[in-house]
C-alpha cells in the first residue's frame, strides 16, 4: 500500500494513535517514541506497535464508516 504521510508520526497524528499510548505500553519516554516516529532514530519494537496501532485504528474507522453507510441507506 502507497504511503501518503512523509513519516509516521504525521500518520500517527491523523488517525488519532496517541504517542503517549505506544511510549507507555513499550514503558520509553515520549521525546524518544516521538524522534523514532519523525524518523530521526530507529527502533523496531515502537515502529512495530505503530504500525499494529495504525492498522486497528483504521480498522476501527472503516468498520464505524461503514456501519454508519448501513444506517443511512
Known amino acids: 500500500m ?3 504521510f512523509k513519516t509516521l508520526r504525521e500518520e500517527c497524528r491523523f488517525f488519532g494513535v496517541r504517542m503517549q499510548s ?3 505500553q513499550l514503558k520509553m ?6 524522534q ?8 523496531s519494537a515502537i515502529v512495530g506497535l505503530c504500525m499494529e496501532l495504525l ?3 483504521k480498522h476501527e ?3 464505524k464508516l461503514c ?3 448501513i444506517r443511512t441507506t
Do not use: F
Open 2 to 4: 502507497e504511503r501518503h
Open 22 to 24: 505506544i511510549s507507555d
Open 29 to 34: 519516554t515520549q521525546p524518544y517514541v516521538s
Open 36 to 43: 523514532v516516529l519523525a524518523g530521526k532514530r530507529q527502533n
Open 55 to 57: 492498522k486497528k485504528r
Open 61 to 63: 474507522l472503516k468498520e
Open 67 to 69: 456501519h454508519d453507510n
